[in-house]
């Protein structure tokens, strides 16, 4: 079992930057693979981007790659994701998940945060 809480999210302007934290409980989190995904108000939950277990492998989605990093420090049992240059429409509900293989899909992963809000304003 693996039980996640983010924290970190809040209200700014954009081009703004915003650090969320992912902290895991139980000690099967450095064997799964972590991703971050967020929910607009009245859109799908969608892939933000992933990191694997060891930290030596990310992928993004081409929304935020350049602007979003994700990293993770197993002996902290924490996970990171780094948002820079924030933009209006990266306003969402952010979560973190763990899985076993850390595909794309929401079903890929087995554990979920609560979400943390992250709001942009223009």
């Known amino acids: 079992q693996v039980r996640l809480v983010e924290s970190g999210g809040g209200l700014l302007q954009a081009g703004g930057s915003l650090r969320l934290s992912c902290a895991a409980s139980?000690?099967?989190?450095?064997?799964?693979?972590m991703g971050w995904f967020r929910q607009a108000p009245g859109k799908e939950r969608e892939f933000v981007g992933v990191?694997?277990?060891?930290?030596?492998?990310?992928n993004y989605a081409d929304s935020v790659k350049g602007r979003f990093t994700i990293s993770r420090d197993n002996a902290k049992n924490t996970g990171y994701l780094q948002m820079n240059s924030l933009k209006p429409e990266d306003t969402a509900v952010y979560y973190c998940?763990?899985?076993?293989?850390?595909?794309?899909?929401?079903?890929?992963?087995?554990?979920w945060g609560q979400g943390t809000q992250v709001t942009v304003s223009s």
């Open positions: 998940a763990a899985g076993p293989t850390g595909g794309l899909s929401r079903y890929d992963y087995d554990y």
């Open positions: 139980g000690r099967a989190f450095s064997t799964y693979a």
């Open positions: 990191i694997s277990w060891s930290g030596g492998n990310t």
